[in-house]
């Protein structure tokens, strides 16, 4: 079935995220950046009609929705067809930044008050569809958990190559782990000066408990507007020194 264009937006080429005040010569090295993340991910993953990615951090305020925005748009000018879903169901903000957080989106489809069809939108970017967050609900954790969601990704799947998850960080609530274990693998992104070691070995040992697949972590540094992408795994490791602290994470409406 054709999806219906609908919702599509229109705006310039700049990046998710990248702001008003970045130079050409910024913005240029911050595509470039995402494009190498692109390829390194898709020349390490295995053959298969469609994989399923989830992105996540430690903790909030680290970059995750813009990384998995820009990552998506990335993958998607590779000539491959990608599904976003924001599925960080208390904040938004990968809804907020593409402008709809107020349509009909997954918590509608999940709970059978929505088709995929009606709800899924055509963003301005060639190859790439977005699912909003949805209608506002008391139970994130149970939707994501839920058998259809569950559906739902296995229902989909043959109508992308990829399917990108935004998912709240692991260290806060424990809304992204079935999402996480459903997927292909995970992608974790830190920021300096947001996560701390101690941060950073409870998502390891989170993710290990669930036997995630690490794909890799996409380090924002505050020296270089640059995201830089290390591809393998940091099991057992305090890899990144000591940082800021976190503040809280309570559904936005």
């Not at 054709?2 to 229109?10: C, F, G, R, V």
């Not at 992608?187 to 036997?211: P, W």
């Amino acid at each position: 079935m054709e999806l219906k264009k609908k919702k599509t937006q229109s705006g310039g080429d700049n990046l998710i995220g990248s702001g008003s005040s970045v130079s050409s010569t910024t913005l240029f090295a911050i595509k470039e950046a995402y494009k190498t993340i692109r390829t390194n991910l898709i020349l390490n993953l295995d053959e298969k009609p469609c994989h399923i990615i989830t992105i996540t951090s430690s903790v909030a305020g680290e970059g995750k929705s813009t990384s998995s925005i820009n990552l998506a748009i990335a993958i998607a000018q590779f000539d491959k067809k990608v599904l976003m879903i924001d599925g960080d169901l208390r904040k938004k903000r990968a809804s907020r930044y593409l402008k709809y957080h107020s349509t009909t989106g997954l918590t509608d489809v999940v709970r059978g008050e929505a088709t995929f069809d009606n709800a899924i939108n055509v963003t301005k970017y060639p190859n790439f569809d977005f699912l909003s967050t949805g209608s506002t609900v008391t139970n994130p954790a149970e939707i994501l958990a839920s058998r259809a969601m569950n559906n739902l990704l296995d229902e989909i799947s043959s109508r992308y190559d990829f399917i990108i998850i935004d998912t709240p960080p692991v260290n806060v609530v424990s809304d992204a782990l079935p999402l996480i274990k459903k997927s292909d693998g995970v992608i974790l992104v830190a920021r300096e000066l947001v996560i701390t070691t101690k941060d950073f070995n409870k998502l390891i040992t989170n993710l290990q408990m669930i036997d995630a697949k690490i794909l890799g972590v996409i380090y924002i540094g505050t020296d270089s507007t640059q995201p830089y992408y290390h591809g393998r795994s940091y099991y057992g490791r305090s890899y990144y020194h000591k940082y800021g602290k976190y503040s809280g994470y309570e559904t936005e409406q």
